[in-house]
């Protein structure tokens, strides 16, 4: 899958994604300052858009299932941010050190039993 032609001068690492349904790259463009770019049409490497520019934190986890982003900002806060309201709310407050996080699922509550794998 070809990426964005613009993002292929940039050195930092990229992260794929979803988001809104549609496959997303998010690529660190320089100290504290990343895009993210969301490829409209499946498939279709013309049809990739540049949808946000953000900065000010640390990390970006990933997305929700509701377009949120999670990020942890600059104060070592775990922030769910909603960049279409520019709202956020600080999840709780984590050290890095101790429990560095480099992986986070979203949780879906259920009433469904999943039987365990017995061998």
């Known amino acids: 899958m070809p990426l964005p032609d613009a993002i292929l001068e940039y050195r930092g690492p990229n992260s ?13 463009v320089s100290d504290g300052v990343c895009e993210v770019w969301v490829m409209e049409e499946y498939g279709v ?16 986890f990933g997305f929700t299932s509701r ?3 999670l990020i942890e900002d600059d104060d070592c806060h775990l922030v769910l941010y909603h960049p279409v309201a520019d709202k956020a709310k600080i999840l709780e407050k984590y050290c890095p050190g101790r429990f560095g996080a480099n992986k986070i699922v ?10 365990p794998n017995v061998r």
């Open 45 to 60: 490497a013309e049809s990739w858009v540049k949808c946000h520019v953000f900065s000010q934190f640390r990390c970006l």
């Open 67 to 69: 377009n949120e982003l």
């Open 16 to 28: 794929l994604g979803v988001l809104g349904g549609n496959l997303c790259v998010v690529t660190w």
């Open 106 to 115: 979203e949780y879906v509550d259920s009433l469904v039993w999943v039987a």
